[in-house]
């Protein structure tokens, strides 16, 4: 069930140059959300920014939700100065997690880019738990901007070589799969859409299923804008909603 | 407490506050969030004869304290939403107000024909915001030959209450208000969004598909109460007003101005009980301000004599 | 660094963003927080024949973005301008472009020609959103004739650049500027405030004395890029952008949309160096890109083609 | 000259219920500012709220200056919420100031009602270097109301008569003017508009020279949107701006 919760923020540390992580006491969106969903957060009460704003569940820790997120703009600004004291007005959980209890699979391969790590750690934990093996692939611009928290069985690349692998995630798991051993692999991907579309080709011609979560701008995130359309393969622009039906979509099911 | 109860062409609304098309879907999204029965109406969505897909993404881009939209009036089709959607909203203890988009007036009397008949839709609002074919998609509703036209058709096919929904983007609003009234609406909305347009200056593309789209949201709240004061000195018939409401005193602003009710819209993305927190918000003041029937707000607006400057800080 | 001079029927701006109309006095109250000679252009306050006092208080208020004005045209008159400010605003290395203001084509004739003459009044911009006496109060600028009739009038008494200032309060601001390009003019100046309304609900009294006035903001930035898209694909003349402008990006936007310069309005209220800021956040971002006539982002704007989703935060 | 300092909040305290006190570093404004002048203050970067909003300067001390606020509205209630490690955009000082240098007058009459007495403490300072006596009347809606700090020769009225005289504050200055014994007094009043009426019809009666602080909606607070004017008396419909020409006028020249 969705809830809208007034949650305290208990904390908001800094773990790059442009990122930061926040937590607030929210139990009862703690107790329900999913890895893959999402929560949409009032910044303000003033009228610029005007809408929520979405961000993946980091990680849950008892009664308390985390959210990792990069300063781009007014909004994530105003939120990396948050601190005790201040109480942001949450909905969530939102949308479709990812399919972690598809029983088809047994190795779960994560593949994230930048900061689409966030719905990771959580991933892990729950895929952990329901006795699924991890593996984790992780794309980044720079060694500084990796964000290794939290994860099991990490592969890095890094664009300019200074971390791990030189390249992108992509050509990295390319690289790891010509040997590979998993057994009964999917891949689970959150990242930039460029890096998303090239994980999903691979993920095509490898015959891997694969799920990506995507993102893009949304006014509502609960299915009433009708404004985070993603277009359907198979019938003539068709479309799905982002925020109601995704974000974690079947690559083979979506056109993007 | 105050009274609140409207009554529109033998339709009774509980209060003045309802939800405006295209921000509530079609009413069953949010049922875990908000109850519908606290609410005046719901505005569905923009009803077509066939399904819509709308347009492609990017279908919104926030502006300042404003969001514009291009969702390129995407819904499932009347034939669907009398099946799958309105036994839903018969049980949600409000009234249900089926507003109707269409690219033709042939359409726009198809679909709200096969509407009539439903138990369940207890009137109209005609989005006349919509591109005219025959006339190389040209809106309808900057035409008032077209308004009067539309209106009269639908008027001798329906006796529940016909609302026409006008735009903005036009010079003055109340020769629409008035063509719709002499046509035999038995209530004008006001206003649908904006014409507006934001650009990404990196790739140098619109921020929407469409290049331009519609402004809604804060932003547009003063041109609205201004094109509603404009159409309710007007005409006789109930002005409701839209445009930027977020709480309750905006609604209030909207009924002295001259709107006999209230439509909430992408105030509802914000906050999805928006329109029962506005409509509490309108009891409350009310009870402080001793007024007994909340009607007589509408219309009240003082605008003679001298205006003295508000000094609340000392 | 970019190439940013624009050169208008013969006048050369040194760079393309100016201070509106009514949002920078007289050019001569700011001289110690800004260096007038860093714009390319100030445009002063509506001048008319006679002075006026303007309208009574309250005549601004703040809304979401964006405030509401009903300043009432106060100025000092044609006369005093000359003598008083004109001698000061010519040491200050800028283009003075002279607003106009008045109510009846006479009038705007009138004060054409006094300014004409004057050594320091590099151009004209033409305030049709005014009231017409003749036509019991009617504004011009929503009269497509009368924009004509004022256009081609003026034309004949100056070859200084003649700059006419639409009104957005229109259906269709194209055929407008088409009208003012038709009869002579060198631009047009897209877009002036929009009609706007603000309720105090304690008092039922508008905030403004004159219970309507002119919206401006970042709140209209979105309409106002509409209007100058539609606008500068209709005419072959230079557009100048108006509307919402706060920073550099805003700024290029409106080029992208179409504007050939910008104009920098309610900013100078925020910060009274929001031009010379905007002017030099527009070199640095043609530096930052390789732009190297500023001029070659007018009316880039990229419509085809697939809008791929921003997605930054990754 | 006026002056736009960006300036480091160095805290910001609870006086009453609603009234705070801001202390900003402001060198500039610091050193130039004179009693009846203002600042104008952006309080956030964001679009709303949007416009500058006017404060009187309440103190100054060494390169800082204080600013005493009733939290109304958005702008306030941010304000409130600032703190050391945020910086506000500050222009002033602003406005003609109350006509201290003024020989005529021995006796200050300092008249404030509610937060009208932002202005009095760093005019009791000036006025006293300055070999002037200074009496201060105030008026508040109550005791807790009141705000006493920094004032000389203090007098209190309250409406409800918890504290000091019972009834406004021009009642106050009416029932202790029967018996005064001031040496060429002047008075220099801020307050409520409908207060500072009062008090114009009083001094007018009395014939004793006064000057008020006006307040009301400003858009640049520094003379160029014509935004504020205030009548002028004598030309029929003549215009000053309360920003530029004021926010102190003589009550003779004024019709407000
Ligand atoms: C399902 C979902 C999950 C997300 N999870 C996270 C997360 O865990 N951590 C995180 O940092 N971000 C996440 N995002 C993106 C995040 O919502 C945006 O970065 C945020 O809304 C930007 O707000 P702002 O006010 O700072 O930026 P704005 O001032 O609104 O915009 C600044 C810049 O950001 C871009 N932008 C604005 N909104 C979005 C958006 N929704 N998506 C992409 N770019 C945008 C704009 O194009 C602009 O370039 C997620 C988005 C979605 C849809
Ligand atoms: C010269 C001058 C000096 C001032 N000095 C002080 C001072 O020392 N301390 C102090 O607390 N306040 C002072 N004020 C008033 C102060 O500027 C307003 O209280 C403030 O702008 C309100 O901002 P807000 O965003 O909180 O309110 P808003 O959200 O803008 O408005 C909330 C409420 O306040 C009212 N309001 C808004 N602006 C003003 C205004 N300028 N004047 C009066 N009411 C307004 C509105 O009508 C509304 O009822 C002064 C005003 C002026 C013109
Ligand atoms: C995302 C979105 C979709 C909308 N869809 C419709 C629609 O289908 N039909 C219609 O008549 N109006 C539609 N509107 C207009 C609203 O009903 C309303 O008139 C407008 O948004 C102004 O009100 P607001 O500022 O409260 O949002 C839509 C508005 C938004 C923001
Ligand atoms: C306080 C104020 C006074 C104005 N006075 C005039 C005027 O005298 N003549 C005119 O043509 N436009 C006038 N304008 C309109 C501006 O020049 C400009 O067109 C409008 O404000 C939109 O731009 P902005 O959003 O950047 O402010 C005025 C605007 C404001 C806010
Ligand atoms: S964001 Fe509103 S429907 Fe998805
Ligand atoms: S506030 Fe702008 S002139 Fe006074």
Redesign the interface.
Known sequence: ????ELSPVTGVRQLADTVFVCSVRSPRIASEVKPGQFVNI?I?Q???????RPFSVYRVDGDRIEII??V?G?G?A?MSHKGPGDTL?I?GPLGVPYSFLDESFSTALLVA????VAPMPLSTGFLKSRGKKVVTFLGARTASAVLPHHLENLQVATDDGTMGFRGNVVELLGSVWKSHTYVKPKIFAC???A?LRGLAAFAVKQDIPCEVSL??????G??????????LVGEE???ALMC?DGPTFDVRKIRF | MAKTAFTLAGLTLKNRVLVASGTYGYGDDTLDLADPAKLGGIVTKSLSMKPRAGNPPPRIVETSSGMLNSIGLANIGVMKFIEEKLPVLRGLSTAIIANIAASSIDEYCQVLEVLNEQEGVDGFEINVSCPNVREGGLNFGTSCPMVSEITARLRKLTRKPLIIKLTPNVTHISEFARAAQDAGADAVSVINTLIGMAINIHTRRPMLATTTGGLSGPAIKPVALAKVYEASRAVKIPVIGIGGIMNANDAIEFLIAGASAVQVGTANFVDPAAGIKIAEGMNTFCDENRIEDIGSLVGSLVTTGNVSVVDSWL
């Open positions: 069930m969705i809830t809208q009032l303000e003033t009228t610029d920014p005007l809408l929520r997120f990069n781009v007014r994530t105003l007005d909905l880019g930048g900061l689409g990242g930039p859409t890096m993102e893009g701008p949304m006014a509502c609960i299915g009433i804008c009708q404004g985070c359309p993603v277009e622009k068709k479309f109601k």
